[in-house]
């Protein structure tokens, strides 16, 4: 397998077959590890390469593809030194061997508290008009979506009391964005933060990133004040925040101490199945909790899918996993495993799983411990009062074996029917595209020999009737030589492919992404 991506200034127009509906205009915008080696060091797992913008532009029927490096302080320095000199996750990187001693010992001392890397590899995000790169640390960086030009570096710790943040934030029907951080050292008691972004918080003589304006919705403080809980997404509906506190647990200690230790950040998580997984309800206009102690069995969730109210409860849906093993899974030394060979050495790994958990949130204090306070008819879902007045929560499992889920997003918030994703077996690669029916628990699938697709993006068509109604944006890449990468279109209604571009040109597997309408830019 072949890490290495090469830097690409042009834009390059592709070959097709089939025909890009004509009112498919604007850039689906893509974020990911392209760079795993840096002179004669190499990083040592998929999530630690440095980050790799690219885009494909649709405009009057053609598609235009381009990528860049994201122009972080971690590339510069990297790309200076050629060599790895900034840690990352997976890979903690130590002073040159040839520094001399007062240099190292000053090394050590600068990483008893990391200052975490800007390497924002994992998500493109929007704060008020602006779009930043993104991963879960303390810093973004902001970017031309059009050009894919770096345009600076934002640290979140100036403007918001946070150490880290998630990638993955909730935009409502006015533009506001909403995000969650985590307030670990040097902010006061440790605690998570909820916090806002206005739609008009970019300002327009662009002297000032549009985090000047944030506003910090509420905080919650950790059920273990040296374990909080990792978190990379959450959920949100009309009127509350759904925020899952699991028992996959960031040790600090062993976070401030992982630099002497000579063990990576990554190794500092750690799943506790014996623990339990809190849920959080927390209003959206007020910021205040919910008063119930809603909790489940021990599970690691990465992603959301989708989180609505519907008669009196929450339905929020998840992907869960029974163990913490897929950090693993993306050892580069893993990956370049042949799948036969993985899939023996990893058998016994947790399925990622869809499942739907569903909170009451009105409670009759005359109602008897052990009842399932469900009333919906369209789940096996259960929220069991019990004698102490927490309520213990079992979900509906809707489907198994997918990730990188993604729905039509004007239902985000909304009760909704369909959602998309890459279907994963036994390999880190995925190999499929589905759509999840949950009203019939049905799904279809996309496969194409010998590739492996992103994230499945939904684009809704301008006069939509039905919530299918649109295309999923895939981009595609094979490790067979003789097959070269292409952006699949796909009719989100019948499943069906209905164009394809193929590109002349290294394109790398990514994360997640955007999709910006033209007149959004």
């Not at 993104?134 to 403007?159: F, K, M």
């Not at 489940?296 to 929020?316: K, L, M």
């Not at 067979?480 to 590109?503: C, G, M, W, Y």
């Amino acid at each position: 397998i072949e890490f290495i991506y090469f830097h690409r200034f042009a834009e390059i127009c592709f070959c097709f077959l089939g025909s890009i509906p004509p009112w498919l205009q604007g850039t689906l915008l893509r974020n990911g590890p392209g760079l795993f080696s840096v002179g004669n060091t190499s990083y040592k797992h998929w999530f630690d390469g440095m980050a790799l913008i690219h885009s494909f532009t649709f405009k009057d029927g053609d598609v235009f593809y381009k990528s860049k490096f994201l122009k972080s302080e971690t590339y510069k320095k990297n790309i200076a030194a050629n060599r790895i000199v900034v840690s990352e996750f997976g890979t903690m990187v130590y002073p040159d061997p040839c520094k001399n001693i007062f240099s190292k010992a000053f090394s050590y001392l600068m990483n008893a508290i990391p200052d975490f890397t800007d390497n924002n590899l994992i998500n493109i995000i929007r704060y008020g008009k602006d779009y930043y790169a993104s991963s879960e640390v303390n810093y973004i960086n902001q970017i031309d979506p059009l050009t894919l030009d770096t345009l600076g570096r934002t640290n979140y710790r100036n403007h918001i009391a946070i150490n880290l943040a998630t990638a993955h934030p909730h935009y409502d029907e006015e533009g506001n964005t909403y995000n969650m951080g985590t307030a670990i050292m040097n902010f006061g008691k440790p605690k998570y933060v909820i916090f806002k972004v206005p739609a008009n918080a970019t300002d327009k003589e662009k002297k000032k990133p549009a985090l000047g304006n944030v506003e910090q919705i509420c905080s919650i403080p950790f059920r273990s004040t040296l374990y909080p809980s990792y978190f990379h997404s959450f959920g949100m509906t009309e009127n509350y925040i759904v925020f899952v506190e699991q028992a996959f647990k960031l040790d600090i200690l062993k976070l401030a101490t992982a630099y002497f230790r000579d063990v990576n950040w990554g190794s500092c998580l750690k799943f506790d199945k014996d623990d339990i997984t809190l849920i959080h309800l927390v209003s959206r206009k007020t910021g205040k909790t919910v008063n119930a102690k809603y909790y489940a069995d021990a599970f690691v969730v990465f992603h959301h899918i989708n989180a609505y109210e519907e008669d009196s409860h929450v339905v929020f849906d998840l992907i869960t996993y029974q163990d913490s093993n897929l950090y693993d899974m993306f050892y580069i030394h893993n990956m370049k495993q042949d799948v036969d060979k993985f899939i023996e050495t990893n058998k016994d790994f947790s399925r990622p799983t869809c499942q739907r958990f569903v909170l009451p949130l009105n409670v009759d204090k005359e109602t008897p411990p052990d009842t399932n306070l469900v009333r919906l008819q369209d789940t096996t879902a259960k929220a069991m009062l019990k004698q102490d007045g927490s309520i213990y929560c079992t979900p509906d499992t809707i489907f198994e074996g997918l990730e990188l889920p993604g729905i039509n997003y004007k239902f985000n918030s909304k009760k909704y029917r369909y959602f998309y994703g890459t279907r994963v077996e036994w390999s880190p690669y995925p190999s499929k595209i589905a759509k999840v029916d949950i009203a019939t628990r049905t799904h279809q699938v996309w496969i194409e020999e010998e590739c492996y697709p992103s994230e499945p993006v939904f684009v809704a068509s301008p006069d939509a009737a039905e919530e299918d109604d649109g295309v999923i944006l895939s981009s595609v890449v094979s490790f067979n030589p003789q097959k070269p990468p292409f952006l699949v279109v796909l009719d989100a209604k019948s499943f069906k492919e209905i164009a394809r571009a193929t590109i002349d040109t290294a394109v790398h597997m990514d994360l997640h992404g955007l999709f910006i309408h033209d007149n959004s830019t």
